[in-house]
């Protein structure tokens, strides 16, 4: 995790009668929750200090907390030709092989062209291209994104250089300008399969090698974090184990945790179980699966819920009242909590089964 200070500009308009406004460009997400949760004190505070009509441009100096860069672009797919440099990282990468290209970038962005070109910072210390397992780390460049620039919308990154040489490309467009209404990366959050674009180019190029590669899906998200821990997991009636996940943000202070649960048995009822202390039991109560947490364990049974058609299930957890056997308690910063979800199954008779489990560390 890197913390660091980057000033936020943004404009406070004092209306006649009681009205006051606060607009902010180049963040939104975590880093937005932050300042938007001190709105009410700000502008409390300007509309008795200012006249009515005034406007007033401040910079705010806020700590962005985000693990590594703050948003995700991520594309996933295989090799579609491989010609790569015999002293390359990837010097056996071969047609099909598994590919995962994955920048994160820094905001709030440049504006090259204001609202429909902008212009981020790849953060080097979390983006990657990986082949078959064999990862080689990106070590700089810049991702643009495009808003009817000139009419079309896309997603860029040229070259952006490798640290085993040669550089990495993503570029996709699609013609109609109707897939992003701005060029700010974090309110564009979204995955696009590959009808979606009218033109695409994915790969590594130049140092000697030219891979290609062919990436169905584009996924534009906030970073993930979480460590996930106890496995491997026992499979499910499905015939893959079930996965746990964390999304939203590990700042105590923001209460904006969501886990969820994926790979489970459709329609099957499950719950989300928690506690301070990880564990291995190897199946409780008759389980197929192993539970993964110890001590206090609280459970989330007011949200029991179907895994669906999808076999997923999903709680936001109140990071004020997390579940513990004597009662709620709060979560704060330095906490470390693990969550695994507990789900019914037919395997092939009446049973229950256990996700893998997530620890969080609250900041």
Request: aromatic share 8%; net charge negative; charged share 10%.
């Amino acid at each position: 995790m890197k913390d660091r200070v980057s000033p936020v500009s943004f404009s406070v308009q004092c209306n006649q009668g009681p009205k006051a406004g606060i607009s902010a460009r180049g963040y939104s997400g975590t880093m937005w929750k932050s300042i938007a949760a001190s709105r009410p004190t700000i502008e409390g505070t300007l509309k008795s200090a200012l006249r009515p009509g005034a406007t007033v441009l401040m910079a705010v100096a806020a700590a962005s907390l985000g693990i590594a860069g703050d948003i995700v672009v991520e594309a996933t797919g295989t090799v579609l030709s491989a010609n790569p440099s015999g002293s390359s990282p990837f010097s056996s990468a071969a047609v099909g092989d598994p590919v995962t290209v994955h920048f994160e970038v820094f905001v709030p962005g440049m504006d090259i062209v204001p609202g429909q070109l902008t212009s981020y910072t790849i953060d080097a210390a979390a983006s990657y291209v990986e082949i078959n397992l064999v990862r080689d780390a990106v070590t700089g460049g810049t991702l643009a994104i495009q808003n009817d620039f000139p009419v079309a919308d896309g997603i860029r990154v040229m070259g952006a250089p490798l640290m085993g040489g040669g550089g990495a490309s993503l570029e996709v467009s699609e013609s109609t300008g109707t897939l992003f209404g701005s060029t700010d990366i974090t309110m564009e959050a979204g995955s696009w399969p590959r009808t979606t674009w009218a033109s695409y180019s994915f790969g590594v190029f130049g140092g000697g090698s030219f891979i290609e590669f062919d990436l169905p899906t584009v996924t534009i998200m906030e970073p993930a974090f979480g460590s996930i821990y106890c496995a491997p997991v026992v499979p499910n009636s499905t015939g893959l184990p079930g996965s746990v996940s964390a999304s939203g943000s590990p700042i105590a202070a923001l209460n904006d945790l969501t886990v969820t649960a994926t790979d489970l048995p459709p329609s099957s009822f499950g719950y989300f179980i928690v506690s301070d202390t990880q564990g291995f039991v190897m199946n409780p109560a008759g389980s197929q699966g192993n539970l993964c947490v110890s001590g206090d364990i609280g459970r989330f049974i007011g949200q029991i819920q179907s895994s669906g058609p999808l076999g997923t299930i999903s709680v936001v957890v109140d990071l004020d009242q997390i579940p513990q056997p004597n009662g709620p308690v709060m979560g704060s910063a330095g906490d470390a909590w693990n969550f695994q979800c507990w789900h019914r199954d037919a395997n092939p008779g009446a049973t229950s089964n256990f996700t893998n489990a997530v620890e969080v560390v609250l900041q």
